[in-house]
């Protein structure tokens, strides 16, 4: 009975072990994936923008030139 139990405490640490070793994983992609949008969305110069705004911005510099 001794054995059993000693080996079920190693089963349910090591199970215990795996499950915080994937949720610390899983915790630091997700911060890294963040990161990594939070500094390449700056770079994206006005060159890549929706139609819709594009064509915003030129109707409101002909709007205003026109006067």
Do not use: K, Y
Not at 35 to 46: F, K, V
Not at 51 to 61: E, N
């Amino acid at each position: 009975m001794d054995t059993f139990m000693s080996e079920a405490i190693v089963l349910e640490a090591a199970l215990i072990s795996v499950l915080l070793a994937l949720l610390l994983t899983s915790l630091a992609l997700r911060g890294l994936f963040w990161l990594m949008s939070a500094l390449i969305r700056p770079i994206i110069g006005p060159a890549v923008q929706p139609i819709r705004v594009a064509a915003s911005q030129l109707q409101g510099t002909r709007r205003r030139n026109a006067a």
